[in-house]
Nanobody
Framework: VQLQASGGGLVQAGGSLRLSCSFS????????IGWFRQAPGKEREGISC????????YYADSVRGRSAISRDKANNTVSLQIDSLRPEDTGVYYC???????????????????WGKGTLVTVSS
């Protein structure tokens, strides 16, 4: 199983980004998919997760209300849309996969089995 996050870039505060997690070696519906970010000098933070069937979704407080995780079964990808971006959203964003769904930061950070390379998001003020 291989994952790759993409869609990062430089964006002004208040803008939006849609990050995409491409998945190979299997189909995404066999795994819960999580999104993480790591800001400079800070620990990695689990910010969102979607269950295998897409019915259950988790959002960290830091992004809840302005983000949406979704599955695209046809393209075997999982996306994370973040709106109203803030400078503190700056960091490297990663996606990950596990057969179990987790709804806490710690659950995501310590249990996700597969990890992809990240994509850098920079939010300017």
């Amino acid at each position: 199983v291989q994952l790759q996050a993409s869609g990062g870039g430089l964006v002004q505060a208040g803008g939006s980004l849609r990050l995409s997690c491409s998945f190979s070696g299997s189909t995404t519906d066999r795994y819960a998919i999580g999104w993480f970010r790591q800001a400079p000098g800070k620990e990695r933070e689990g910010i969102s997760c979607v269950s295998r069937n897409g019915d259950v979704k988790y959002y960290a407080d830091s992004v809840r209300g302005r983000s949406a995780i979704s599955r695209d079964k046809a393209n075997n990808t999982v996306s994370l849309q973040i709106d109203s971006l803030r400078p503190e959203d700056t960091g490297v964003y990663y996606c990950s996969a596990d057969q179990r769904y987790y709804s806490t930061d710690a659950g995501l950070r310590y249990n996700m089995e597969y990890w992809g390379k990240g994509t850098l998001v920079t939010v300017s003020s």
